[in-house]
Every structure is written in structure tokens, then in C-alpha cells.
């Protein structure tokens, strides 16, 4: 059969993702599994770990490939082994999301004790919103590799990006399968910090309002994020121009920001506080931040050698 046009670099993604998440304790022994789509022509396809092989032994020829047979009606695999169990959910995910590009299943310590106590983790914290809503759901349990799985398992996805599985784990979805594998991680640190709070007494969670302005803020840098994977350019203007956006979605462009700093020098403080925040919530390294910042008060001290940031940030309101 004729490889798919992004066969063998989905097969190596998914072999890093298998060797990651078994790395970071997400699944023992053999448990779990990954998948990464592949296709053409609007076929939908991916390529899935094996059931019963150590992650350590795997290697790229030793996937799965499935793929829907519009001639049969049916989903048809192909591969030296026999595909994870789980191949179903999978596949009904890919069906059900074509923007989705990998899919993470894990047995991850934390996570599955309150899948077990068929528990949703609430939005107790903002990074709760990773899930694509308010919460992380639980989907109803079902013998696991059953079309009745992967029915509930669609449900709880539905408006999500992971959920937990009632008596069973966790899936997580992304654009590819690294992103699912960072979901998945994140999925078991939420899980950890929720059980830890519970023992406390009752969690406190953030309202629906506080939710909502954490999701509009996530779908920014997820907008910016999906455009770097894509090795997009920025938005230009016709003079050639960057462009940047305001949280409502209007276009500044650099020339025009440069603008507002010069009629209010004193909010490059707080500029800077706000990408402190920007910078941590991606995931920036303190030391690419310190250097970011000392490079742009460098630069604009030579824009405006007569204006000293710290004096003004020190006036009047």
C-alpha cells in the first residue's frame, strides 16, 4: 500500500510521545497508548502503538496503521502487530475532530483514582481551562476496546479536549501528539494538586465569568501557537507593517504601539508585568524572559535617550 503523505514523521512523533509518557510515569509496564493521524485525500488514518509491547523495544515499523476503507465500509489496519485495544476510541475521536492531529491514553497514578471515584476535577484552577472548558469531565465507564467506550469517551469530549474514563484513565487530544502528550501531563498535575486540596476540606473554584476570561485569553496564544507550528508569517499591513492584535481582536501595528508608549511612557511598567504573565502562562524560561526585557529596555532607551521609564512610572495617575 502506498505510504501516506506524512507517514514517517507521524510514526517517529509517535514513538517520542510513547517514550515520553512512559518517562514521566503516565503509564507501568505496558499500559496506555498513542496515536498520531496521517492521511491524504481527506481519508481519515493514523498510526497507533501496538498492544503488548514494551515502549522501550518500540520502533517505527513496529506501529499500526488504520485507516477507514470507503470501499468497505470498515475500519482496516495494517502492520506486523496486532493494534492497542483502545484503536476505536481512537478512531472515533480522529472522525469526530479533523482538526485534531494526536491522541494520548494513560493509566497516569492521580488522574485514574479520581476517574475511579468517577470524579470531574472542577475549575479549582485557571489551568483547569487547558481541558477547553470549565472543567475536566468523566466519562462513563465501558469494557475497555468496546464500541460502548468509545461512545462515552466521545460524549465527555465533546465540547473538551481530555476527560477522565470512569474506572479506567485519562485521554487527552491536540493538534499533534505532543500537544495531547502535554495535555495528558498537565491532566495528572491538576489531579495531583486536586487531591492534595481535597484533603484539605472543600475546594473553592473559580466562577464561570473567571473562566470564561481565562479561555478567551488561552484561545489567543493558542491562535499564536497553531500559527508558529504552521511556520506561518505574522499578519502584515499592505505597507508591510506587523501587525498585532488587542484582546478584542483589533489590529495595532508595532508603529502605532511605539505611538502609545510615547503618549504614556508610564504604562511600560505595567506592559512589562503584563508580559511577565504572557511569559509564564507559555512556559518561558526566566532566563530567555530577563534577557527579552533587558534587550527591549536597551532598545528603548536608545528610542528615547531623553526619557528615563522608571521616573515616569513613578508619576502622577
Not at 520502533?59 to 484503536?87: C, F, M, N
Not at 497516569?108 to 485557571?126: D, M
Not at 484539605?200 to 484561545?219: C, H, I, N, Y
Request: charge should be negative; charged fraction near 25%; proline fraction near 5%.
Amino acid at each position: 500500500m502506498k505510504p501516506f503523505d506524512n507517514e514517517a514523521r507521524a510514526r517517529e512523533s509517535v514513538i517520542r510521545a510513547a517514550l515520553g509518557m512512559a518517562g514521566a510515569g503516565l503509564v507501568v509496564n505496558k499500559a496506555g497508548n498513542v496515536s498520531a493521524r496521517c492521511e491524504e485525500g481527506g481519508r481519515t488514518a493514523f498510526l497507533i502503538t501496538p498492544s503488548g509491547m514494551d515502549y522501550e523495544s518500540l520502533r517505527p515499523a513496529d506501529l499500526s496503521l488504520i485507516y477507514w476503507d470507503d470501499g468497505t465500509k470498515q475500519w482496516v489496519h495494517s502492520g506486523p502487530h496486532k493494534p492497542s485495544s483502545e484503536w476505536l476510541m481512537h478512531a472515533e475521536i480522529y472522525r469526530a475532530h479533523p482538526g485534531w492531529g494526536g491522541v494520548v491514553h494513560t493509566h497516569s497514578p492521580r488522574a485514574t483514582v479520581l476517574a475511579c471515584r468517577q470524579t470531574p476535577i472542577p475549575a479549582f484552577h485557571y489551568m483547569v481551562a487547558a481541558s477547553g472548558g470549565e472543567d475536566i469531565p468523566c466519562a462513563k465507564y465501558a469494557l475497555f476496546g468496546t464500541p460502548e467506550l468509545a461512545r462515552n469517551v466521545l460524549e465527555a469530549l465533546k465540547e473538551r479536549r481530555c476527560c477522565l474514563i470512569a474506572h479506567h484513565g485519562v485521554v487527552a487530544a491536540g493538534s499533534d501528539v505532543s500537544q495531547a502528550l502535554s495535555l495528558a501531563v498537565e491532566v495528572e498535575n491538576l489531579a495531583s494538586m486536586y487531591i492534595e486540596l481535597l484533603a484539605l476540606g472543600p475546594a473553592e473554584v473559580l466562577t464561570k465569568d473567571q473562566m470564561r476570561e481565562v479561555l478567551e485569553k488561552f484561545s489567543a496564544y493558542e491562535d499564536n501557537s497553531r500559527r508558529l507550528s504552521r511556520r506561518e508569517s505574522a499578519q502584515t499591513r499592505s505597507d508591510g507593517m506587523p501587525l498585532w492584535k488587542y484582546a478584542d481582536g483589533r489590529n495595532i501595528s508595532c508603529t502605532e504601539k511605539v505611538k502609545v508608549l510615547d503618549e504614556n511612557f508610564r504604562e511600560i511598567g505595567r506592559l512589562m508585568a503584563d508580559a511577565l504573565d504572557d511569559a509564564v502562562l507559555i512556559g518561558c524560561p526566566s532566563e530567555q524572559y530577563r534577557w527579552a526585557l533587558e534587550n527591549l529596555a536597551a532598545g528603548l532607551k536608545s528610542r528615547y535617550p531623553d526619557q528615563n521609564p522608571e521616573e515616569n512610572s513613578r508619576g502622577g495617575s
